[in-house]
């Protein structure tokens, strides 16, 4: 079957400095792959959409100069938090599949900032 | 290892009628949480249940976890309801664990 593992599940970086998750499709071409943060009231905002072998498109009020984002092949997708601060602390989820419509997600990475 | 497994993959209905989506859980989960996916890509928290029911309009959820299964009702169904919809269990680690999601078309 389909699944996406993000790592680390969880980490703690200290203001100011960066921080990389990592997001990894198995059994199926993550030809497209969508990142999330929960906001407090627990929807999640999409930050960007990545598609391989096309510009990534970063949503209103996120920025590859703050979340800057690898999508080299069809299986693995990278994004750094830089210069982290309390505000971004959350849980930041991926989306993968083939297309942007049909994403399977993983667990998360709880980022806590200190 | 914890599995939810969501049904149906997709579903149409006219506006005006109404339908129930469901998620089985291989095990027990501590909590369960309802999505819809809009046009823009967002996923929008439509609950989030320990345990019981929740109403909130149109939509009614309830999560057993005796019987480890949740079930996300829409009634009177309106265009804007179109999207995808996600169920994601709460599992022991506290970790979500995603439902394949259902495509929900409204049809005038």
């Known amino acids: 079957g389909a699944l996406v593992y993000q790592y680390p599940r969880r980490t703690i970086c200290k203001s100011g400095t960066s921080m990389r998750m990592e997001c990894q499709a198995v059994?199926?071409?993550?030809?497209?792959v969508a990142w999330y943060r929960q906001s407090p009231q627990k929807t999640f905002e999409l930050i960007a959409l990545s598609t391989v072998n096309s510009a990534i498109k970063y949503e209103q009020n996120f920025t590859q100069e703050k979340f800057p984002i690898s999508h080299p092949n069809l299986s693995f997708s990278s994004m750094t938090v830089l210069n982290a601060y309390l505000e971004d602390r959350g849980l930041y989820l991926c989306g993968a599949g083939q297309s942007q419509n049909t994403l399977y997600f993983g667990a998360g990475t709880r980022l806590s900032v200190l | 290892g914890d599995q939810v497994e969501q049904s149906p993959s997709a579903l149409s209905l006219h506006e005006g009628t109404g339908s129930a989506l469901r998620c089985n859980f291989t095990t027990t989960m501590r909590a369960v949480q309802w999505f819809q996916q809009n046009s823009r890509g967002s996923l929008i928290n439509l609950f989030y249940l320990a345990s019981g029911t929740k109403e909130n309009g149109r939509l009614k959820s309830t999560f057993n976890s005796k019987e480890s299964y949740s079930t996300l009702h829409i009634r009177d169904a309106q265009l804007e309801d179109s999207g995808t919809y996600f169920c994601?269990?709460?599992?022991?680690?506290?970790?979500?664990?995603w439902g394949s999601g259902t495509k929900l078309i409204i049809k005038p």
């Open positions: 059994g199926f071409q993550a030809t497209s």
């Open positions: 994601a269990a709460e599992g022991s680690n506290y970790q979500l664990i």
